[in-house]
């Protein structure tokens, strides 16, 4: 029922969009209607990379899932950029490994627990992304330090003399990241699976042939481009007309419609008892938006001419620090239970709490 009405609004949703964009309705309105297209169109292509990732199996199919869940968070931080809201990007970047780790895994432990009791998955693959992700974690502390010693900021800008020495930083940890990202999931594929949790691939059929959710992909991912445009385009005006700040937009909401779909996939994943999965779905995301994201939009931003530093916000860093460390030290036993699910969530609710206020 719930995919039937998420493709419904993919459709009238991606109409809807186009129609208010053409004749220049209300920003507001085209805003919170682009927003919902987005959320109707992540879950279609997550969906689709679902059904893919059926014959390729749990590991595949997870980094499939993982990928093209990300695509959303990419193509709404590329229009950011173009349009130099790099702050805004700073915040979604840090909201989606965030909420990666505390708000989806969360809710993955917490239903998966409730309905299966305790659950066992794969700890080294759990053990490998919570190390990367400690590097990137460090990777984000350095340059914001390195920053605050000479004098820069998250505001320095081309202009500025201290400018040159933390692009050449961030451009440096970009490239170390991303090998890492690339040597990390190449040691993934090719080392041997547990069957612990894995429960993926043996005995579910898809749905759809693999034609028909390539298809389904390239056109979600099609129009997913579209509404992100749009979505950026009226996003200073509706919040000036809602009163919520753009920061509390860029690290909650746009981080939220981006990655709905690893969201939905993630938490289904534990219901069902496939922890393996579900973990490569919701820790395996954060890892790709900290290593791999993060540092493709770095060299994007400098082909486009609007720079995007690794240079966060004391509270960004922290999030991000905080939010590594519980989600580590819960998972890295192998095993979980829908408490440490529960404490994964309010700590995101602390969280988000305190992006509300801050202006």
Known sequence: MFGKIAYAVSIGGTIATVALRVLGADDTLTFGVSALTILGLAYTLGHATEQLGIAAGPRIGGIMNATVGNVGEIIIAAFLIMDGKIEIVHASLTGSIVGNLLLVLGASLLFGGLKNGIQSYDAQATGMNAASLILATIGLVVPATFAFLIGGGEGTGPGDPQFFQIEALTIGVAILLMITYAAQTWFF????????????????????????????????A????????VLVHTLEPAVESLGISEFFIGIIVIPVIGNLAEHVVGITLAYKNKMNFSLITSIGSATQIALFAA??????????????????????VVAVA??????????????????????????YVILAIAFFFLT
């Open 322 to 347: 905080v939010s590594v460390l519980i989600a580590a030290y819960i998972a890295l036993d192998g095993k979980s239970n829908w408490v440490e699910g529960l404490q994964l969530v309010s700590v």
């Open 295 to 316: 540092p493709v939009l770095v060299f994007f931003g400098l082909i486009v001419g609007n720079p995007l530093t690794l240079v966060f916000t004391p509270l960004e």
């Open 222 to 229: 099609a129009a997913l481009t579209f509404a992100s445009e």
């Open 189 to 220: 594929l090719r080392s041997p699976e547990s069957p612990t949790g894995a429960g993926h691939g043996e005995d579910e059929v898809a749905e759809w042939s693999w034609k028909m959710a390539l298809g389904v992909l390239l056109a979600s």
